[in-house]
Nanobody
Framework: QVQLAESGGGLVQAGGSLRLSCAAS????????MGWFRQAPGKEREFVAA????????DYTDSVKGRFTISRDNAKNTVYLQMNSLKPEDTAVYYC???????????????????WGQGTQVTVSS
């Protein structure tokens, strides 16, 4: 069983930055597929970013490309989401997700992840 704990959310003005962290339990963290998703009120959970295939490549949803960066520190069992140039439409609950094996495809589908954190609220004011 893998436990995930997000932190770093908050209220920020448009144009500002936040860094989300996701601390994971487990001794084989480096082999986990890791991703970030978000869910805004009244909307379905959507893919934001993930490590894909071998775990060194990354993918982002189009709306965050060039603004968000996913990274990981395997020594700390932690994955990060650096969010810059935030927009009001980025407002959502952000979730960290993990799978205990590499995802070679389907990394943007929430159903392909086995473990989820409790979420952290990000609110961007205009």
């Amino acid at each position: 069983q893998v436990q995930l704990a997000e932190s770093g959310g908050g209220l920020v003005q448009a144009g500002g930055s936040l860094r989300l962290s996701c601390a994971a339990s487990g001794r084989t963290f480096s082999s986990y597929a890791m991703g970030w998703f978000r869910q805004a009120p009244g909307k379905e959970r959507e893919f934001v970013a993930a490590f894909i295939r071998s775990g060194t490549s990354t993918d982002y949803t189009d709306s965050v490309k060039g603004r968000f960066t996913i990274s990981r520190d395997n020594a700390k069992n932690t994955v990060y989401l650096q969010m810059n140039s935030l927009k009001p439409e980025d407002t959502a609950v952000y979730y960290c997700a993990a799978r205990g094996s590499t995802l070679f495809y389907g990394w943007a589908r929430a159903a392909n992840y086995e473990f989820w954190g409790q979420g952290t609220q990000v609110t961007v004011s205009s």
